[in-house]
Nanobody, 119 residues
């Protein structure tokens, strides 16, 4: 069974930082692209960043550029999202998932991790 579990969220003041972690199991970690996504209350889920574990290609949404950094530790089968200079509009539930399954609309979603940024 494929499992990608996000953790590391919390409550932080504007301008603060958090590091999220996405631990993978039941998946060929080095052969997939892992993405971070978020969903704010009343809004649709949106992409944040992704990393292709096959070639290291990295992408960011415009709002994440310059503030967020995605990285991976293959030995730990974990993808990280370092978020700096957080803003209240970053408040959302953050999820990680296999980018291919998201694109094919076959992804199952875990509980995610709540990030709350106070002003």
């Amino acid at each position: 069974e494929v499992q990608l579990q996000a953790s590391g969220g919390g409550l932080v003041q504007a301008g603060g930082s958090l590091r999220l972690a996405c631990a993978g199991s039941g998946i060929s970690f080095d052969d997939v692209a892992i993405g971070w996504f978020r969903q704010a209350p009343g809004k649709e889920r949106e992409g944040v960043s992704c990393i292709d574990n096959r070639d290291g290609d990295i992408r960011y949404s415009d709002f994440a550029k310059g503030r967020f950094t995605i990285s991976k530790d293959s030995t730990k089968r974990t993808v990280y999202l370092q978020m700096n200079n957080l803003k209240p509009e970053d408040t959302a539930v953050y999820y990680c998932n296999d980018v291919k399954t998201v694109a094919m609309r076959t992804a199952t979603w875990g509980k995610g991790t709540q990030v709350t940024v106070s002003s």
